[in-house]
T-cell receptor, first 113, second 114 residues
Framework: AQTVTQSQPEMSVQEAETVTLSCTYD???????LFWYKQPPSRQMILVIR??????QNATENRFSVNFQKAAKSFSLKISDSQLGDAAMYFC??????????FGTGTRLTIIP | EPEVTQTPSHQVTQMGQEVILRCVPI?????FYWYRQILGQKVEFLVS????????KSEIFDDQFSVERPDGSNFTLKIRSTKLEDSAMYFC????????????FGPGTRLTVL
């Protein structure tokens, strides 16, 4: 069974600084997708960034980027120039082709003004 | 921009009562999902639905749960006899055909069972 592990239940970062959230996963598949979702206090699930396993290049979306290490089964999220609006729960998730999303337990990110 | 909608936003019910949670997926999407999140915990998969039938379900999705797409636009989750432990946020998601397409989540329905 696929599992997703987020070992940092909580992280904090000074505003304007950079923070990295960790995620590892376990799978026997070679073709899959990885995602980071943001969940603010409203509890809406907002897609931050996605990575296709068949792509070697790390995905970037403005201030958000990932470090995808396929052999190590690692998928970390880097947030640059942290802003107060980045404060939220962040969930790492995994999906094989047309199947369900499997989520990690989340990391609560606090931004210190 | 098209979005997934869910109603109601908050449902309060008594233990043992039936509830129906409603979702309107994005109109051209073909895969539909229900997830739940107990407060303070991770998001868990309940069921996926494609081509008018369940394609996968988790061990959480027991005989008390059912899903339906009654009219080609709505996608519903019914809990037949609610328990206290069913209190959670329930998210609907939908996805178009195509392996690269992502799931779009609705805003969720908060279910409180008293």
């Amino acid at each position: 069974a696929q599992t997703v592990t987020q070992s940092q239940p909580e992280m904090s970062v000074q505003e304007a600084e950079t923070v990295t959230l960790s995620c590892t996963y376990d799978t026997s598949e070679s073709d899959y997708y990885l995602f980071w979702y943001k969940q603010p206090p409203s509890r809406q699930m907002i897609l931050v960034i996605r990575q296709e396993a068949y792509k070697q290049q790390n995905a970037t979306e403005n201030r958000f980027s990932v470090n995808f290490q396929k052999a190590a089964k690692s998928f970390s999220l880097k947030i640059s120039d942290s802003q107060l609006g980045d404060a939220a729960m962040y969930f790492c998730a995994y999906r094989v082709l047309n199947e369900k999303l499997t989520f990690g337990t989340g990391t609560r990110l606090t931004i210190i003004p | 921009e098209p979005e997934v909608t869910q109603t109601p936003s908050h449902q309060v019910t008594q233990m043992g009562q039936e509830v129906i949670l409603r979702c309107v997926p994005i109109s051209n999407h073909l895969y539909f999902y229900w997830y739940r999140q107990i407060l303070g915990q991770k998001v868990e998969f309940l069921v996926s639905f494609y081509n008018n039938e369940i394609s996968e379900k988790s061990e959480i999705f027991d005989d008390q749960f059912s899903v339906e797409r009654p009219d080609g636009s709505n996608f519903t989750l019914k809990i037949r006899s609610t328990k206290l432990e069913d209190s959670a946020m329930y998210f609907c998601a939908s996805r178009d055909l195509g392996r690269d397409n992502e799931q779009f989540f609705g805003p969720g329905t908060r279910l409180t069972v008293l």
